[in-house]
């Protein structure tokens, strides 16, 4: 396995691989001074270097980065994650230690379930989305494409929260968050709308 970015998210990133006793073969960083990290190598061309997981947090750096490789990725799942048989966690997706996702939930391509979060029964995230340490998403959430949901929000039963809104570290959403909104506080109220 290769990871795409060698910053402090690829060092958790490591710890989930070496944990699961999945091989990892080195990084890809743009920065040319970047030679190594924890003692791996770090290259700077992806030439046929396959499986990568992109380990940077940003979701839009993400999807471009995703959109541009052409190549096969994996997923990374930590031993200490509980996870249903029935969850769906599609490619390029880190599930960190200690989360936590329950039954029928369906999550897309190349989010970060981070530390210690929950994610309740029939829950959807879509793709690029980044649920921070310790964010309660309860039951039949929908989370839209490109969303950053901040540390420790917790969020009600059935919400929906629209693509590439921002929920701010510490909130408590009880209504829908119309897309491209930055929300915050308890309960979340829209700051301001994303251009």
Not at 42 to 59: A, L, M, Q, T
Not at 83 to 105: H, N, P
Not at 122 to 131: L, R
């Amino acid at each position: 396995m290769y990871l795409y970015g060698a910053s402090g998210h690829a060092k958790v990133i490591i710890d989930i691989l070496n944990a699961c006793g999945i091989v990892i073969d080195g990084l890809v960083d743009d920065n040319k001074e970047q030679t190594d990290l924890l003692g791996y190598p770090v290259y700077h061309e992806v030439k046929d270097r396959s499986p990568f997981i992109i380990s940077i947090g940003n979701n839009e750096i993400r999807k471009r980065i995703a959109e541009r490789l052409k190549v096969k990725f994996g997923t990374a799942v930590h031993p200490s994650a509980i996870i249903s048989s029935s969850v769906t966690i599609k490619e390029g997706t880190v599930v960190m230690q200690g989360a936590i996702v329950q039954s029928c939930t369906r999550i897309g391509k190349h989010c970060i379930i981070n530390t210690g979060a929950s994610v309740d029964h029939e829950c959807i995230i879509d793709d690029f989305v980044h649920v921070s340490p310790h964010c309660t998403l309860c039951g039949n959430v929908h989370v839209g494409e490109g969303c950053w949901i901040g540390a420790g929000t917790t969020v009600i039963p059935g919400i929906q929260i629209g693509e590439k809104a921002t929920v701010a570290a510490g909130s408590v959403v009880i209504k829908d968050v119309p897309a491209n909104a930055v929300v915050a506080g308890v309960p979340a109220k829209v700051l301001r709308m994303k251009e």
